[in-house]
């Protein structure tokens, strides 16, 4: 039988064309250690099969690891100290994907290898130390102070991937303590200390 064009249904349909996905989770949270991060979610409604974690070092945009499970929670472990991860919960129905969630967290920082002085003068110190062997290729933050009591002084400076600084314009004669630490995030490790008496 013949239908005029006029009598078509040229309407769309109903129904989508595109499937849609499944949500993506909520209430991410990460609980860090010194060498672990325990991860934590709440699955969306509706139909889902499996998720997928990723974690990445953040600095250097580097996969480390990624797991799929059914359920929170889990941890990633053996990982380096005082670093800053990024982990990101995708939740997976057959091919579908949601809309990805990530948090960034560091883990606990240790302190660095002992500090020693290289060379000193009547009004300078050169200090140096070395990154802690758990935290290698891990871009570190360091805190570096020293203390004078005789002057009352303190100093504190930050030191961004490098393990030695000078400190200039100090007293003749003086003794100087110094410590080193590693700052991650808010977390900072015990310090490595060494003294030393300027030149007269």
Excluded: C
Excluded at 121 to 126: G, I, N
Aim: proline residues 8%; hydrophobic residues 35%; without cysteine.
């Amino acid at each position: 039988m013949y239908f005029p064009l006029s009598h078509m249904n040229l309407y769309p349909p109903l129904f989508p064309l595109t499937p849609i996905g499944p949500g993506g989770i909520t209430d991410l949270e990460l609980v860090p250690a010194t060498y672990t991060i325990n991860v934590t979610w709440t699955a969306p409604t509706g139909n889902y099969e499996t998720f997928s974690v990723q974690l990445n070092l953040t600095a250097l945009e580097q996969e480390v690891e990624k797991k799929e499970q059914n359920a929170s929670p889990l941890s990633f472990t053996g990982l380096k100290a005082g670093a800053k991860y990024t982990v990101t919960v995708t939740t997976l129905n057959g091919y579908l994907r949601s809309q990805p969630r990530s948090r960034t967290v560091f883990t606990f920082p240790v302190q660095p290898e002992p500090a020693k002085i290289d060379s000193f003068s009547e009004s300078h110190v050169t200090l140096s130390w070395g990154a802690p062997k758990a935290s290698q290729g891990v871009e570190l933050t360091y805190l570096v102070k020293y203390t004078t009591e005789f002057w009352n002084l303190t100093k504190n400076v930050t030191v961004k991937n490098a393990t030695t600084y000078i400190f200039h314009g100090l007293h003749a004669g003086t003794n100087y303590d110094f410590e080193v630490r590693v700052k991650a995030g808010t977390q900072e490790s015990s310090p490595v200390t060494v003294s030393q008496m300027t030149s007269k």
